[in-house]
């Protein structure tokens, strides 16, 4: 029987039966056609891109257009998984109707089946807005990039009693306002555990330890594609960048040395033809 397309009911069941739920990062069509048919729950189009796959310093630069061109790409390669636009810096904060309007370009342009956006309290009424016009929010807290130069960098968030205290308010909330799920983004794995224990809705962790209800990688980080650095909390399952540095240089000494295109790679002409052809 045929693999079922994964819905929130799907992920919401995974939280209440205790099993984990998987999400990757996708960017382009071939890479979400890997994962969707190993079978990941949800594939989240990130604004990770900017860095990974754009080359910004952050992901601040990173427009509603380029978002929406590569979930459409993502899209084109996910048949089963539940997929998430990841709405960039300033789609969202201005006003609630940019909002809005933005989150219902990741659907009805780009096919997404739900939006993430980062923040608490102060995005809870845009979370609102957006639910309210039924289209599903992920949230994400604890280190949030768009807004990383105010938080002092890249450090990990909650590792005090009142930033803790913080996080776990700011997470009732916007599960208040509407969430289907939240992002734990490098926190403490105590304080996900008290936030994945008092929400009724899903934690997915990405450097937040193993109690939430599920885990979020960056596939470029997972596969090692990117690397300009590897974050303390990514297992690097396989090494690909060194992988693929050797193969170019190996095409480049065949090209340079004669090598290929060898008679395997080649078309040729009937020899009859070839006559026809020298006598033209």
Same mark, same amino acid.
Do not use: W
């Given at each position: 029987?045929?693999?079922?397309?994964?819905?929130?009911?799907?992920?919401?069941?995974?939280?209440?039966? *205790?099993?984990?739920?998987?999400?990757?990062?996708?960017?382009?069509?071939?890479?979400?056609?890997?994962?969707?048919?190993?079978?990941?729950?949800?594939?989240?189009?990130?604004?990770?891109?900017?860095?990974?796959?754009?080359?910004?310093?952050?992901?601040?630069?990173?427009?509603?257009?380029?978002?929406?061109?590569?979930?459409?790409?993502?899209?084109?390669?996910?048949?089963?998984?539940?997929?998430?636009?990841?709405?960039?810096?300033? !789609?969202?904060?201005?006003?609630?109707?940019?909002?809005?309007?933005?989150?219902?370009?990741?659907?009805?342009?780009?096919?997404?089946?739900?939006?993430?956006?980062?923040?608490? !309290?102060?995005?809870?009424?845009?979370?609102?807005?957006?639910?309210?016009?039924?289209?599903?929010?992920? *949230?994400?807290?604890?280190?949030?990039?768009?807004?990383? !130069?105010?938080?002092?960098?890249?450090?990990?968030? *909650?590792?005090?009693?009142?930033?803790?205290?913080?996080?776990?308010?700011?997470?009732?909330?916007?599960?208040?306002? *509407?969430?289907?799920?939240? =992002?734990?983004?490098?926190?403490?794995?105590?304080?996900?555990?008290?936030?994945?224990?008092?929400?009724?809705?899903?934690?997915?962790?990405?450097?937040?330890?193993?109690?939430? !209800?599920?885990?979020?990688? =960056?596939?470029?980080?997972?596969?090692?594609?990117?690397?300009?650095?590897?974050?303390?909390?990514?297992?690097?399952?396989?090494?690909?960048?060194?992988?693929?540095?050797?193969?170019?240089?190996?095409?480049?000494?065949? =090209?340079?040395?004669?090598?290929?295109?060898?008679?395997?790679?080649?078309?040729?002409?009937?020899?009859?033809?070839?006559?026809?052809?020298?006598?033209?």
């Amino acid at each position: 029987m045929e693999r079922a397309k994964t819905t929130l009911t799907d992920i919401n069941r995974k939280k209440a039966d *205790g099993v984990k739920i998987s999400m990757l990062t996708a960017y382009d069509y071939p890479t979400a056609k890997i994962i969707d048919d190993a079978g990941i729950d949800s594939i989240l189009v990130g604004d990770s891109l900017g860095m990974v796959a754009l080359g910004y310093d952050s992901t601040v630069p990173v427009t509603m257009d380029e978002m929406i061109h590569h979930s459409k790409a993502v899209r084109r390669g996910t048949k089963y998984a539940f997929l998430i636009g990841d709405m960039p810096f300033l !789609s969202y904060q201005v006003t609630k109707e940019d909002a809005v309007r933005n989150a219902g370009r990741f659907m009805k342009e780009a096919g997404c089946d739900a939006v993430k956006l980062e923040g608490g !309290s102060e995005v809870a009424d845009i979370v609102k807005a957006i639910v309210d016009a039924g289209i599903p929010v992920l *949230g994400h807290l604890g280190l949030t990039p768009q807004t990383v !130069s105010k938080l002092g960098g890249y450090r990990v968030q *909650g590792k005090d009693a009142d930033s803790a205290k913080k996080i776990i308010d700011q997470a009732l909330e916007i599960e208040k306002a *509407g969430c289907f799920a939240i =992002v734990l983004e490098c926190v403490p794995d105590q304080v996900a555990k008290i936030v994945t224990e008092k929400l009724s809705i899903p934690t997915i962790s990405c450097g937040a330890g193993p109690y939430c !209800s599920g885990q979020v990688l =960056v596939t470029n980080d997972m596969l090692g594609l990117f690397d300009r650095f590897v974050p303390k909390f990514v297992k690097q399952y396989v090494k690909l960048s060194p992988l693929i540095s050797d193969a170019v240089k190996a095409y480049k000494d065949d =090209v340079e040395g004669g090598k290929f295109p060898g008679k395997e790679h080649s078309f040729v002409i009937k020899e009859e033809e070839m006559d026809k052809l020298r006598k033209a």
